[in-house]
């Protein structure tokens, strides 16, 4: 079985612009979580999703969204990037939301700010 | 609000040696969940172990196994018989109440042939 995927691998943008990063869980999980890792720390909570309704969400401003669709895949949204938002963005998906179902998580996307 | 502090930024072990990665945890939560996860350079992040909050007995994967004290919530992993391949960053994480995986800022371990 495919594990999850993240498209893109890797982007490029510049300040002021927006972005879109996918992700496609493993079959069967109905759970979605995404992370941002900044260069040398370890990864920050941004967004939970679960039957396409959100969970939990982190610190972040506004400028980060995100859905599930009902096919249980994710997209993450971020609007008027910002320099600081450069990261490797992770998804990871669990059979549900609680906590004893370990989250598994894709290879992330690197988005660079320039 | 949960709290995971790795004290360690970097650790190095003899192949074949032993080597013990720390992490101590804070949290309010009396139903919990600890894990530890590796990162190679590859970027994804692997499952290595869990330990249900609530079991006294410590968990064992193969090489690697904790040492869970939640009196003083500290929740160690030891790695035997080390492995070239297990060179990476190693992440201890909590998960309890509000759905999120809460990680610390990770221990980089070199295995040195």
């Known amino acids: 079985d495919a594990g999850v995927t993240q498209s893109p691998t890797h982007l490029i943008k510049t300040r002021g612009q927006h972005v879109t990063l996918r992700c496609s869980p493993i079959?069967?999980?109905?759970?979605v979580s995404w992370y941002q890792q900044v260069l040398g720390q370890g990864p920050q909570f941004i967004f939970q999703y679960y039957e396409k309704e959100e969970r939990g969400r982190g610190n972040f401003p506004d400028r980060f969204s995100a859905r599930q669709f009902p096919n249980y895949s994710s997209e993450l949204n971020v609007n008027a990037l910002l320099l600081g938002d450069s990261a490797l963005y992770l998804c990871?998906?669990?059979?549900?939301?609680?906590?004893?179902?370990?989250?598994?998580f894709g290879d992330g996307t690197r988005l660079s700010i320039l | 609000a949960q709290t995971v502090t790795q004290s360690q930024p970097e650790m190095s072990v003899q192949e074949a040696e032993t080597v013990t990665l720390s992490c101590t945890y804070d949290t309010s939560e009396s139903d919990y969940y600890l894990f530890w996860y590796k990162q190679p350079p590859s970027r994804q992040m692997i499952l290595v172990i869990r330990?249900?909050?609530?079991?006294?007995q410590n968990a064992t994967e193969n090489r690697f196994s904790v040492n869970f004290q939640k009196a003083a919530k500290s929740f160690s992993l030891k790695i035997s018989d080390s492995q070239l391949g297990d060179a990476a960053m190693y992440f201890c994480?909590?998960?309890?109440?509000?759905?999120?995986?809460?990680f610390g800022g990770g221990t980089r371990l070199m295995v040195k042939p």
């Open positions: 990871a998906s669990s059979l549900g939301p609680i906590s004893n179902q370990p989250q598994h």
């Open positions: 330990q249900e909050a609530y079991k006294q």
């Open positions: 994480a909590s998960h309890g109440a509000g759905n999120m995986l809460t």
């Open positions: 079959s069967g999980h109905k759970s």
